[in-house]
């Protein structure tokens, strides 16, 4: 288990190898984004283009705290982190998704941005502004997801390209 509290972080301007081979010789990394954190930086989990395979940082499941605050991910933040698996849910908070965030995370299946609450009403609650070319790129097992949010969003092309073919959004 990996908690990550770092409230406020630089962009990374390149990859630095910081999980490199994390988890590899276990079951995985539950990674768990602390409530006070912000942003996970751009290039956080980026592997090593040349050993891509053996040591991109395997992480299993990726959960953020109750009442986050995060508001971004970082371009390349979990670039190529297949292990992801399941389900993703990204808290109400969460305003951007930034270019290649999450490409080739091919082990998410559901993915849901806010929440939704049943009611008498149907309440839609989350901040989503923007999701970036190529975020969700090659996302090849993604057959569902939920984007809950009552702003408009803007979604650039390519954002979900190679992704699961039967996705909806509600």
Avoid: H, W
């Avoid at 288990?1 to 010789?25: H, Q």
């Avoid at 992480?59 to 605050?69: C, D, G, H, R």
């Avoid at 149907?122 to 790129?137: D, H, P, Q, W």
């Amino acid at each position: 288990t990996v908690n990550y509290n770092a409230k406020t972080v630089a962009d990374l301007t390149e990859r630095k190898d910081i999980f490199y081979c994390g988890g590899v010789y276990g079951t995985g990394i539950t990674l768990t984004i602390g409530n006070q954190v912000t942003r996970i930086p751009s290039y956080l989990f980026y592997p090593r283009i040349d050993d891509l395979a053996a040591c991109s940082p395997k992480i299993k499941t990726l959960q953020f705290e109750a009442n986050s605050v995060c508001s971004s991910i970082g371009r390349y933040a979990f670039y190529s982190v297949d292990d992801l698996d399941g389900t993703v849910q990204l808290p109400n908070s969460m305003e951007t998704i930034e270019t290649y965030a999450f490409y080739n995370c091919t082990g998410i299946d559901v993915l849901k941005i806010g929440t939704r609450t049943a009611g008498s009403s149907m309440t839609f609650s989350g901040k989503l502004k923007k999701i970036e070319t190529k975020a969700f790129e090659n996302t090849t097992s993604l057959n569902t997801l939920e984007i809950n949010t009552y702003v408009s969003c803007d979604i650039d092309a390519d954002a979900f390209k190679a992704a699961g073919s039967s996705a909806t959004s509600t």
